[in-house]
């Protein structure tokens, strides 16, 4: 599981962390009860157990509690990360932000680690629906995923995120102008064996998957795998 922790990666986080070069992105939440809490300065380092076992956790200063239930959102796995404050290295260690905290404070991101380069993000555009049967907008992808669960899709986008080679797939965010950031409709994840750029059009063709679960209280609600892409 140490394994899985150091390559998984969170695709929509704002911010990455470097500390031995070995940082890692996960794209949507973690979750665990809290065995120990360590408030230093602004940040809450908080020990938890989850259903793989216990890791340490990084969140902006919280009121949490011991045998607390906490969800992490926007969470990704730091490898060897040396905390000057803890006064110690951990393994792994998850940053990220606790759920229902003020959403305006932002990504916990202690002095100790250094911000790295991001990956480019495209800007939105408009971009017409696909042609055939098996056609649908990103936002009928998000929408309809329960009965699309398992089907073949085809859909039009503009790549506006792109991670390479992470678990042996890459790992691309298409938008087509459809659906909308607050209803997180609006932007659809797509693992992929073939490479594509920031800003390319392309349909892709893949197959819908719901509630993927990757170990560690890493899930998709929806995501569009073993894709192919075409070139508009």
Known sequence: MKNLLSILIV??????????????QAPTVFRGEVLEVQQVESYTYLRLKTR????????????VTKGAAVTIENAMVLNNFESRAMKRT???????NLAGANPHAGMARPADAPVAPIAPVA???KVAKAGGPNAKTVAE?????????????????????YNAGIMGKNWIHLRDGS???????????????????????????????????????YIYKVIVEEASFEAR
């Open 123 to 125: 800007p939105d555009a």
């Open 141 to 161: 992808i998000i929408t309809q995923a329960a009965s699309l669960k398992d089907k073949t899709v085809l859909v039009r986008g503009k790549v506006v995120k």
């Open 90 to 96: 951990f393994q792994t260690i998850v940053f990220g």
């Open 179 to 217: 659906g909308s950031a607050a209803a997180k409709t609006n932007d659809v994840l797509i693992t992929s064996p073939n490479a594509v750029k920031v800003g390319d059009v392309v349909t892709a063709k893949g197959i819908v998957r719901t509630d993927k679960d990757f170990g560690s209280g």
């Open 11 to 24: 695709l929509i986080a704002p911010f990455a962390w470097a500390a031995d070069r070995s940082t890692t």
């Open 52 to 63: 793989d076992g216990e890791t340490w956790a990084a969140i902006n200063r919280a009121p």
